[in-house]
């Protein structure tokens, strides 16, 4: 890699003095002098075999290859700083920032949350929720647990924690004093509590809704379009514990609450999709002590949920 690489303090010299258009205030940037900067950017120009300025009587101007190479080595050099900054940060805090949905925090992150403190009290750690992808290099977050398709983050870790198999639950006492619910086809009867859909950084749907549930289980003609509408899973299944209502819902977000009973599955049909929980973090840090001790935890508490 490095024999296909200019020299780094050419590309310092270039990126300064294509900022400036003068080699005099790069050269005072850099703490050098502009003899220095010429000769950086001599060089530079010598091995990618193109001139980079036109010198003039008065100053230099960028030819049309530099004004193209000082717009990308700006955003490589900014992209840099980012990096080192918070690499910076990283190396200097003691809290470890975890991404992840509201709904996946709120039911299942934080309830489990003590038992990974009681194993490493020393490792401090902070929710951060955000369901959109997470930018490693521009965001003070050090992992993450998204929603997706998977993997198909380029230079991220990736490690499968659930498959998304959603089916309806409601509250005991609603199937205790309304109609009868046997079949997907009684659903009709019931009021449908729905979650708003979200899409990948492509734009792809990958959470299930009614109608696609419905249609998948032979029920299609039900009406979905009907019923109450909320903006987060937690809110649909808190309304269904408060017997509003029938709600879509997995074994992720909806275990706890069906083991303890304040939920039940009315019906036996499932429904898989095209998307999984993904424990994500970067390459260059998944054997960070931190990030390496809060990984084999998760992947740990994953493993012991049930699917059937």
Known sequence: MSSRLPPLASLRAFEAAARHLSFAKAAEDLLVTPGAVSQQVKQ???????????RLPRGVLLTDAGQLYGSELREVFARLAAASDRVRRHAASPVLTASMSPSLAARWLIPRLGGFRARHPDIDVRIEVNP??????????????????????????????????????????????GPKLRDPHDLAHFTLLHEDTWAD???????????????????????????????????????????????????VLAGEDLRAGRLVRPLPQQVPADSSYWFICPEATVTHPRVAAFRAWVLEEAAQECWD
């Open 44 to 54: 530079l120009e010598d091995w990618l075999g193109v001139a980079l300025f036109r």
């Open 132 to 177: 959109l992808p997470t930018d490693f290099t521009r965001e003070n977050v050090d992992v993450a647990i998204r929603h997706g398709p998977g993997p198909s983050w380029p230079g991220l870790h990736a490690d499968l924690l659930f498959p998304h198999i959603v089916f309806p639950v409601c509250s005991p006492q609603l199937l205790g004093s």
């Open 201 to 251: 950084s492509l734009g792809r749907l990958h959470d299930i809704p009614w109608s696609a549930w419905l249609a998948a289980v032979g029920a299609g003609e039900v009406d979905a379009s009907r019923g109450l509408h909320f903006a987060q899973t937690h809110m649909s299944l808190q309304a269904a514990m408060a017997g509003q209502g029938v709600a879509l819902a997995n074994h």
